[in-house]
T-cell receptor, first 110, second 114 residues
Framework: GQQVMQIPQYQHVQEGEDFTTYCNSS?????IQWYKQRPGGHPVFLIQ?????EVKKQKRLTFQFGEAKKNSSLHITATQTTDVGTYFC??????????FGTGTLLAVQP | NAGVTQTPKFQVLKTGQSMTLQCAQD?????MSWYRQDPGMGLRLIHY???????DQGEVPNGYNVSRSTTEDFPLRLLSAAPSQTSVYFC?????????????FGPGTRLTVT
């Protein structure tokens, strides 16, 4: 079945440093979604990418969808303490099943 | 709108007990799903439903039952709880076609099985 892996599992940065998490699927995806979960909270939708090679930006966050539609990345420029949390990618394969990655926990030291 | 609501927030069960986790949404969403979250494992899909009267299995369905008698409600039943079912359970909904639209998550139920 479809599997979605994320690396790294954990990242600790100093405030102001950049951060990147990578997402890889075992199968070609129809779309990829990204979510953020604050400590003790629930996942909250950030963005969806659909097209091969697509790049979208939200302020300091840049999302990319790979040309083969099997991988994606999230890059945060100049992290802030408000960026703390776990970032999940989730892959859609046109099967009605949204499969989540293992997540990357981001810690930001002031 | 309350969005997606889940009850209870916390639950402790003994091995072998049964219980139902409740999930309701007031957004008239067709698609609803249940995930469990364990450390290092991410969110794993248990069961999902594309509409009232229709349910299907996700990645880890064993030990869980679901039904969807109304658009609003999607309860998750644990028939005979096991310690391996200790986890945080999230219910989610989306307008339609679950893997192509934004998922709205409930606040979660933290379940401990002793």
């Amino acid at each position: 079945g479809q599997q979605v892996m994320q690396i790294p599992q954990y990242q600790h940065v100093q405030e102001g440093e950049d951060f990147t998490t990578y997402c890889n699927s075992s199968t070609t995806l129809s779309n990829i979604q990204w979510y953020k979960q604050r400590p003790g909270g629930h996942p909250v939708f950030l963005i969806q990418l659909v097209k091969s090679g697509e790049v979208k930006k939200q302020k300091r966050l840049t999302f990319q969808f790979g040309e083969a539609k099997k991988n994606s990345s999230l890059h945060i420029t100049a992290t802030q303490t408000t960026d703390v949390g776990t970032y999940f990618c989730a892959g859609g394969g046109a099967t009605n099943k949204l499969i989540f990655g293992t997540g990357t926990l981001l810690a930001v030291q002031p | 709108n309350a969005g997606v609501t889940q009850t209870p927030k916390f639950q402790v069960l003994k091995t072998g007990q049964s219980m139902t986790l409740q999930c309701a949404q007031d957004m008239n969403h067709e698609y609803m799903s249940w995930y469990r979250q364990d450390p290092g494992m991410g969110l794993r899909l248990i069961h999902y439903s594309v509409g009232a009267g229709i349910t299907d299995q996700g990645e880890v369905p064993n030990g869980y039952n679901v039904s969807r008698s109304t658009t609003e409600d999607f309860p998750l039943r644990l028939l005979s709880a096991a310690p391996s079912q200790t986890s945080v359970y999230f219910c989610a909904s989306s307008p339609t076609s679950g893997d192509a639209y934004e998922q709205y998550f409930g606040p979660g139920t933290r379940l401990t099985v002793t």
